[in-house]
């Protein structure tokens, strides 16, 4: 903790969960290739019309995007937010702490280009206040556990794995440069893919 910072409690997080919120994200979006190595062009931007459908836009975003992956420092980034200026937006980058949106984070996430769908239809549920959101949002958290594993980069590599498994895209390749995960990687990744009923 800094200097000068209060400690935070538990009782005092599940205070600022903030039920019902209108969630915003933005997908980032996955380079597909060929097997033959050349970029997917119709693949890539059948992708983007995708995102684009599921809602996940932001014609103009005014805000930051944190990256830690330190939720407490992202929670007194939102405390400092909303004492200040309310309209400015805090966009969480913690593939591993998805749930940032109940405490009052918006999302920039690479884990939305996996399922860009699901992504708004949790969103849709937590605005709702349905406790579907629960379901739907553990098994994104599964997923993202899954894919932003050690070494980091090679997500990735996940990500095309899945969307290859899901049928979005024509191969699992990525740029040859980028890391690689263990050729067992599918099989894990079918686990995710049917826990949010992509089967």
């Not at 000068?4 to 915003?24: C, D, H, N, Y």
């Not at 997917?40 to 992708?47: N, T």
């Not at 909303?82 to 969480?92: G, L």
């Amino acid at each position: 903790m800094k200097p000068g910072t209060q400690p935070v409690s538990m009782e005092s997080l599940a205070q600022r969960r903030r039920f019902r919120r209108k969630v915003q994200g933005i997908a980032a979006a996955l380079l597909p290739y060929e097997s033959d190595g050349k970029v997917a062009v119709e693949a890539f931007q059948q992708h983007l019309v995708a995102t684009h459908r599921a809602g996940l836009d932001i014609p103009e975003i005014k805000g930051i995007k944190h990256s830690s992956l330190d939720r407490l420092l992202e929670l007194e980034r939102i405390a400092l937010r909303d004492s200040h200026r309310p309209d400015f937006r805090i966009y969480t980058g913690n593939d591993l702490g998805i749930d940032m949106i109940e405490y009052g984070s918006d999302y920039l996430l690479g884990l939305a280009t996996f399922a860009p769908e699901k992504f708004a239809e949790r969103d849709r549920l937590w605005e709702n206040g349905d406790p579907d959101y629960y379901a739907i949002s553990d098994a994104l958290q599964y997923l993202g556990d899954v894919a932003f594993r050690e070494p980091v980069p090679a997500y990735k590599h996940s990500a095309a794995v899945f969307l290859h498994l899901v049928g979005r895209i024509p191969s699992d390749l990525t740029h040859p440069k980028n890391p690689k995960r263990p050729s067992w990687e599918w099989q894990i990744l079918h686990d995710c893919a049917r826990r949010l009923g992509y089967e």
